[in-house]
């Protein structure tokens, strides 16, 4: 059941939420919506669920417009950040809810009902608790009755909004495997909001990353990762070195140092590059194609070193594996080359 | 609280400044409280059950009674329900004039009853505003038993709304909102998730409200008529009983009406050491 929205427009006030959003989720597809705070996509998917409604646009679920309809005709599950639950219903309760509230000859009977939350809290491996109350579950625990309340209705399509942000780092991680491997058990086309780039590129299928109310780019993570479209993209999927630099001749130069790189830009001006800690080669000695520089730091964190250089007093950082590391022998203030690869140069109004 | 104060601290005050406070505190209560409650009931059986029971059951204090009775079993419903809505829009909703209303929803604890009842005679009394047309359809609102529920209501007003308000604001919209995602009407999220999550806090404001129906003296003195048997209600047999100097008939009926003050007081009491966890966390198991 796939979703089609098309030049969806919201305006809080004088703040312009979204411009001009189109999208299209495929069907059984698991889809991230990437961004910063205010960037625009929580409020996105609160009007695919109904729970808020956009001023201008098309929206349609299943090749049905779907603008028009009440959350309870839409058949959206939506997952809550704060999960959410009902405090005074038992986890049975809770997920039950979705169909005891059906009108009486869409109802399913007692016994129904009972045996489809049954599956789901085997499902969502939670059959021990169902007389527990929210109060008396932990983070991971409620999210997850959080989702099989929300699967309980049989919905056309799951929407999660930050459904991990609330959780600690280890749960995140444990939870989100758990819930890219129910996706491919299920195949229920999916959306969930994020802001954390790590977890939309490990479970999505496709990554939809907004700025300021409006899309950035699409695409699969290695897409994503590999080519971001624009800067704020490269800024934003990853704790990358940020240099202002002058493009000329179709050569960028960042004070002094010529960095010889495919060059995407034709235009000369200022600009700004993007290069990777991981595609910043050190070498022991100022080899060919290297610049000097000077060790400021060096970190071991695992498996890899992270190595803070000045090179003509922009700080760049590297991140090497330790038996580099160890093979490189550098210590702080020692000299040592350094050559960029993989740089990306956007120019300073993108 | 108590434990609080019990309990040394290590920042607390010395034990004679503790005891001093706690003292004074209880002295205070103990003769503008406690012994003015026990002299009603002395001063109402002083001349022996016989005396009491024959003065309670008087027809005019039996029909005072069910006024009161009346009068708060109107108004308290009345106002359970004008509450609900006012603090359900309060709270979950967005809309010009919000504050507008809430100010008017606390008028009732800042004007004097006396004033309200003077608004009700002046808009629907014979020489009042609407008084010629209820008239012209022969309905009475003033001296009758209506003006009593419509000044009753005016007083207690406030009670639920102002319990519902905060505890309300604390819990939010996101249970509405996924009720609502998982495909409930307005009635169902009402019923099933909203009332249960406000039901101890909406029961305290309803038993502050009846407490104060059932005493309230000033706004019905007003536009009652005091008409014995008719429009007469507890406290304001009081008074009369009272300006005949009929000394034990006015303390046994006030007797009644402290009773029912103290039924009140004990039921929330048991409701704040039952669920106080609840009602302070708002609601929920």
């Not at chain 1, 705070?37 to 201008?56: E, H, M, N, P």
């Not at chain 1, 005074?88 to 005891?100: P, R």
């Not at chain 1, 790189?261 to 990777?276: H, K, W």
């Not at chain 2, 808009?123 to 609102?141: K, R, V």
Request: charged residues 20%; contains cysteine; hydrophobic residues 50%.
């Amino acid at each position: 059941m796939s979703i089609v929205a098309s030049r969806i427009a919201k305006r809080f006030g004088s703040y312009q939420a979204l411009d001009n959003i189109s999208l299209t989720v495929h069907s059984g597809e698991l889809l991230a919506l990437l961004g910063p705070s205010g960037s625009g996509k929580t409020t996105l998917l609160r009007i695919l669920a109904g729970l808020d409604f956009a001023d201008t646009g098309s929206l349609e679920i299943d090749g049905r417009e779907t603008l028009g309809l009440s959350p309870r005709e839409r058949q959206v599950g939506f997952v809550f950040q704060h999960y959410s639950l009902f405090r005074h219903m038992t986890v049975f309760d809770n997920i039950a809810f979705g169909l005891q509230v059906r009108a009486r000859r869409d109802r399913p009977s007692k016994a129904a009902i009972a045996e489809r939350v049954h599956q789901l809290l085997d499902l969502v491996q939670m059959e021990w608790l169902a007389d527990h109350y929210p109060a008396q579950l932990s983070g991971g625990q409620r999210q997850r009755v959080a989702l099989a309340r929300a699967l309980a209705i049989e919905p056309k399509v799951l929407l999660l909004d930050e459904p991990f942000g609330a959780l600690d780092a280890k749960v995140r991680k444990e939870l989100r495997r758990w819930l890219r491997r129910l996706h491919d058990e299920m195949h229920i086309t999916s959306v969930f909001v994020t802001h954390d780039q790590e977890e939309a590129l490990e479970v999505a299928d496709r990554i939809v990353v907004m700025s300021q109310g409006r899309i950035e780019q699409v695409g699969t993570p290695t897409e994503v990762y590999d080519t971001p479209a624009t800067a704020f993209v490269f800024d934003f999927l990853g704790n990358a070195n940020r240099l202002e630099v002058e493009v000329t001749d179709g050569r960028a130069h960042l004070s002094g140092l010529a960095l010889d790189l495919p060059i995407r830009l034709a235009a000369s001006g200022p600009a700004i590059a993007f290069v990777r800690p991981q595609d910043v080669d050190i070498g022991k000695t100022v080899e060919a194609t290297m610049a000097p520089a000077v060790v400021r730091s060096i970190v071991t964190i695992g498996p890899t070193a992270r190595f803070e250089l000045d090179v003509g007093g922009h700080l760049i950082e590297a991140v090497v594996d330790r038996e580099r590391s160890r093979g490189l022998d550098l210590a702080v203030g020692d000299h040592c080359g350094v050559r960029l690869g993989q740089v990306q140069v956007f120019s300073r109004s993108s | 609280m108590g434990e609080g104060l019990a309990s040394p601290r290590p920042l607390g005050e010395s034990r004679t400044t503790r005891l001093l406070l706690i003292g004074t505190a209880l002295a205070f209560l103990g003769i503008f409280l406690f012994v003015p409650l026990v002299a009603v009931f002395v001063e109402a059986l002083c001349r022996g059950v016989g005396v009491y029971w024959s003065a309670v059951t008087d027809p005019y204090a039996v029909s005072a009674i069910r006024l009161t009775l009346l009068v708060a079993g109107i108004a308290v419903p009345l106002n359970l329900s004008f509450g609900v809505a006012a603090a359900w829009a309060v709270t979950k909703f967005e809309f010009t004039g919000k504050s507008l209303l809430v100010t008017l929803i606390d008028l009732p604890f800042s004007v004097s009853p006396v004033i309200s009842g003077m608004v009700y005679i002046l808009l629907f009394g014979l020489q009042g505003w609407f008084g010629p047309w209820l008239l012209a359809h022969d309905i009475q609102l003033m001296f009758a038993v209506p003006g009593l529920v419509m000044a009753t209501m005016f007083v207690t007003f406030p009670f639920v709304a102002r319990e519902l308000i905060p505890l309300m604001q604390e819990q939010g919209t996101d249970e509405e909102e996924a009720a609502v995602s998982l495909g409930a009407g307005g009635f169902q999220l009402f019923w099933r998730v909203t009332l249960p999550n406000i039901r101890w806090g909406l029961l305290y404001g309803v038993l502050l409200c009846n407490a104060r129906a059932m005493g309230e003296f000033g706004a019905v003195s007003v536009v009652s008529g005091h008409i014995r048997g008719l429009t007469n209600t507890m406290p304001l047999h009081i008074e009369i009983l009272y300006n005949e100097y009929n000394l034990v008939a006015a303390f046994a009926v006030a007797s009644l009406l402290a009773v029912l003050a103290l039924i009140t007081l004990v039921a929330k009491s048991a409701l704040e050491w039952r669920y106080g966890g609840e009602l302070s966390r708002g609601g929920g198991s």
